[in-house]
């Protein structure tokens, strides 16, 4: 007719899968559609009956074999099938025509239960296509009633009674499974039943080994009033009986045969009270199971209604009703970081990068400056000479004294404190202190003054080391012009052969990586892993490939800077600008390094410190009069204080019986002492530091009052503006280096990237049906519920499409029925 059964077996599979795939819901709406479950003590034929109804042999069995997992049966009749299969969609086996096979894997999904678990509520999912079996859905229980007869302890018989009663529950129909040689009075499955339906109105009982007892018996039994059921009893045989006439009757397909027979030879069978034989029973279960079905219909369909109602609400309200797909998502997801590399790409153009290339270029500046200017004693006699009359008196003789004497009593103090290190670490007191405890020491300041020393020695090579300001003034021979050109050749030689093809490339590349990295660890693609990396791989393969060509052009378009460089006064004027820029920007710089030198120590520990080293600079003193200073000024208290402590430590070493207590002791105010002298060295050299940075800071202003003076206004004096003549050859550099950089790697990568995006995204993503796979999607945890609510919608969509279809002919056969 139209196939109930069949049709809402259907759909309950759909919904107990859509029960599976969201965790944690309570509620189930497939259990609202009957099943048939089967109980009976152990050794009752309950496997027994069960494999005569399916005409298969499959169910574990043995003495030794317990199910411990409930068999969620369904048997899927299909008229055009040749060989019956079976399958366990949870494990993903399909097509399983080996029964050996499938009762293999029930053992091992039963022995899969620890035995300190005893039952597990995790049901087992077989179903069975066959061609002569009918559409039904059967439940083979844990035994509970096998296993409370064993030794278990009370708990285990409480989770199973649980187990078992979460399964006959309304509306399923109750199998009770009892063996004509045992009393009925003694029936667990009917003790159980009774419990439960105690009407028994959806309670069918099952003699089994109706040929072990007399039939006059067996009937009595099959048509007694004392347990009366009203679906009632049917007796059956569902082992092969030895009989006389017929002694090899061993296949499954032959039970049934016998059973027949068993039935036809005695008449006292024949009678209209009672009912025998599995293939009445199969027409029984069929009919009971298709009226309950029919009944449960309209509860079905209003609890589907309900959930898909709820469902919509919830996409609603969460997701204000957005559809997104697992490819949308990814194709979003990759718009968005074309969109961020689109807008990386117009915020970083030639002008961008010309600017970072620039900043670069400022630095080398300074540090060539550094080595070959600032510190040159000399300087201070140019800048006079450039300046004239305008100079405002500025310190040329002191700070050119200054710096020298600060270099010198830096240095001094340096090597006094390290002998103070070196002692302490010598010393037995604290031998963990390797004299750079809490002291970073700024390497700039280092650098400076190992310059310094350079450029000594370079003057000492000159011949004449200019020390005295008379002599300083008066002579500014062809010797100093020499001198000058010389010193300007040399620091732009080492401007343009710093290597700045490669440095330029790097730095941007590097900005670019930078860029890369930020665009994927915000979301989405944070979120995404394998994504996150591709992508990152991607861009630096991009750049690696561009990375040389790039290098060697930059270096070839500067090439002729290494021989003339050509400007107009225009880019004179600017980069004079620049250069004053780029001083005043030091001198900023050396202001907040002074602060914080100064915010390092207390106020009165460096300005006495202070006063000490200014003293040192000003009396000229000699490195030993420094160190003479700082340990009698300083130190030598505490060191004698400390000489002591060793002294003691040493005595009583020899005299006391317990060390530990002496070392402790010694250890615990030697380090109280060696603290304090830390706190001073810092002081100390934070002194040094600042009075090396003024010292710097006012080098700076002095050059940018040479570099402001109308003579640095004129190209040709670009001798005595060396920081001028820097700032223009490094502006036309930077200028080609961004020209080939633009050109070989930035126009390469921003047109590469966004294309290979695509390919590469979809490529890692794909599944075999070449669609993009939830993988991706499922790894946003966001997208991942809105997904599987939008997903639960679907399926509930089509279940209630397909309910709608069975109500709509069941109405149909009604009015049918009716008009008739
Ligand atoms: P279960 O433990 O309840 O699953 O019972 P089984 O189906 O394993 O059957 C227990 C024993 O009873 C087995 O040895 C079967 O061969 C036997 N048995 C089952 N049905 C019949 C029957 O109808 N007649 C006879 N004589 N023996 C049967």
């Known amino acids: 007719l139209m196939d109930l059964t069949k049709r809402l077996l259907e759909i309950q599979t759909l919904l107990k899968s859509i029960e599976q795939s969201d965790s944690g819901t309570s509620k189930s709406i497939s259990m609202q559609l009957p099943s048939i479950v089967v109980i009976g003590s152990q050794s009752s034929g309950k496997s027994s009956v069960l494999e005569a109804i399916v005409g298969q042999e499959f169910l574990p069995k043995g003495n030794n074999m317990v199910t411990r997992r409930p068999i969620e049966l369904t048997l899927i009749h299909e008229p055009g099938l040749e060989t019956p299969y079976g399958e366990f969609p949870a494990l993903g086996l399909n097509k399983m025509k080996d029964f050996k096979a499938i009762q293999r894997t029930l053992v091992d999904l039963n022995n899969s239960v620890p035995d300190s678990e005893c039952v597990s509520d995790r049901p087992i999912e077989l179903r069975i296509h066959a061609n002569n079996i009918p559409d039904l859905r059967l439940v083979d229980l844990p035994g509970y009633i096998q296993i409370t007869n064993r030794k278990q302890p009370e708990m285990l018989k409480h989770r199973i009674r649980m187990l078992c009663e979460k399964y006959l529950v309304e509306p399923n129909i109750i199998l009770a499974v009892c063996a004509a040689d045992v009393d009925l009075a003694n029936s667990e499955a009917l003790l159980e039943s009774r419990r439960i339906d105690p009407l028994g109105m959806r309670t069918i009982g099952i003699i089994t080994k109706v040929d072990t007892v007399e039939p006059r018996e067996a009937v009595r039994m099959l048509s007694q ?105 990814m194709t979003e997801c990759i718009d968005i970081i074309k969109q961020r590399v689109k807008q990386f ?39 006079e000479h450039v300046l004239g009359g305008s100079s405002r008196g500025w310190l040329s003789e002191t700070l050119s004294n200054v710096t020298h004497a600060v270099s010198v009593i830096a240095t001094a103090i340096e090597s006094a404190l390290t002998e103070i290190d070196k002692a302490n670490v010598g010393s037995t007191v604290s031998p963990s202190n390797n004299g750079d405890n809490g002291y970073q020491y700024n390497n700039s300041a280092k650098k400076r003054r190992a310059i310094k020393k350079k450029n000594d020695d370079e003057f000492s090579e000159l011949g004449r080391v200019p020390n005295n300001r008379n002599e300083q003034k008066d002579v500014w021979s062809t010797e ?43 979301p989405p693609f944070s979120y995404h892993p394998d994504a996150r990396n591709r992508v990152v791989k991607m861009a630096s393969e991009i750049l690696r490939s561009k990375y040389m060509s790039t290098v060697e052009q930059v270096e070839n378009t500067i090439k002729p800077f290494k021989y003339e460089i050509e400007y107009e006064s225009r880019d004179w004027d600017a980069a004079r600008a620049s250069s004053i820029e780029l001083l005043d920007r030091e001198i900023e710089m050396c202001k907040k390094e002074i602060k914080k030198e100064k915010s390092k120590v207390s106020k009165r520990q460096l300005n006495e410190s202070m006063k000490l080293v200014k003293q040192a600079v000003d009396s000229g003193v000699k490195f030993n009069n420094v160190l003479t200073e700082i340990i009698s000024r300083q130190e030598t208290p505490r060191r004698q204080e400390f000489d002591n402590v060793d002294n003691l430590q040493e005595n009583d070493v020899g005299k006391s019986e317990n060390n530990n207590v002496v070392g402790k002791n010694s250890a615990g105010q030697g380090q109280f002492i060696d603290m304090d ?88 993503y794909r599944n075999e049906a070449g669609k993009v796979a939830k993988t991706f999607a499922n790894q946003n945890p966001k997208i991942k519920a809105h997904l599987a609510l939008l997903e639960r919608k679907e399926r509930l969509e089509n279940v209630m499409e397909r309910l709608a279809r069975i109500v709509r002919a069941q109405n149909l056969a009604e009015s049918y029925k009716n008009n008739w």
């Not at 030879?265 to 599995?278: A, C, M, Q, T, Y």
């Not at 117009?346 to 400056?369: H, L």
């Not at 030689?493 to 665009?519: A, F, H, W």
């Open 677 to 764: 002298l830390v706190i001073n060295k810092e002081a100390l050299r934070s002194a040094v530091q600042v009075i090396s940075l003024q010292n710097y800071s006012q080098t700076l202003q002095f050059r940018k009052q040479v570099v402001s003076s109308s003579a640095c206004a004129k190209a040709e004096n670009k001798k005595f503006c060396m920081e001028v003549f820097l700032e223009l050859l490094s502006q036309k550099l930077a200028y080609s280096a961004v020209l080939f950089i633009n050109y070989e790697l930035l126009q390469d990568f921003f047109f590469e990237v966004p294309r290979n995006l695509d390919v590469q995204m979809y490529n890692l």
């Open 345 to 383: 790409k117009q915020n970083f153009g030639k002008t961008q990068v010309r600017s970072e290339i620039q900043k670069y270029m400022d630095s080398r500046i300074i540090s060539i400056c550094e080595e070959l200017y600032w510190n040159d004693p000399r300087a201070y006699q140019m800048g």
């Open 225 to 329: 009033s004392d347990y009366p059921l009203h679906l009632g009893y049917v007796g059956v045989i569902c082992k092969p009986v030895k009989h006389k006439s017929d002694h090899n009757l061993e296949k499954n397909t032959e039970v049934v045969l016998s059973e027949a027979r068993y039935f036809q030879k005695n008449l006292e069978f024949r009678r209209p009270d009672i009912s025998v034989g599995v293939g009445f029973l199969r027409k029984k279960l069929v009919n009971v199971l298709e009226e309950s079905m029919s009944r449960s219909l309209s509860g079905l369909v209003d609890a589907v209604q309900a959930d898909l109602e709820e469902t919509k609400y919830e996409i609603k309200v969460q997701y204000n009703d957005e559809r997104i797909t697992a490819e949308s998502y």
């Open 480 to 522: 100093n012009d020499i001198y000058w050109d010389h010193k300007l050749d040399r620091a732009a030689s080492m401007l343009v052969k710093s290597g700045i093809g490669r440095n330029t490339t790097k730095l941007v590349v590097d900005l670019i990586m930078d860029r890369i990295y930020e665009i994927v660890d915000t």
